[in-house]
């Protein structure tokens, strides 16, 4: 998933985490699992990592 084409897949389009309507698609397109998509989102600064607590 080149952060360029994910840019321009993202540009202009709000996403969270408890609607993942916008992830569930664009996962699909990239062919990769949800979770993959969501690690790379994190990975890039579009989205804030969730820490569990013991």
Do not use: C, H, W
């Not at 408890?18 to 699992?33: F, G, R």
């Amino acid at each position: 998933m080149p952060e360029k084409f994910l840019k321009e897949d993202l540009t202009g389009k709000a996403f969270d985490l408890l609607d993942d309507d916008l992830i569930e698609e664009l996962a699909k397109k990239y062919m990769v699992s949800q979770q993959a998509f969501t690690y790379r989102l994190v990975n890039l600064g579009y989205l804030e990592p969730v820490l569990e607590r013991a």
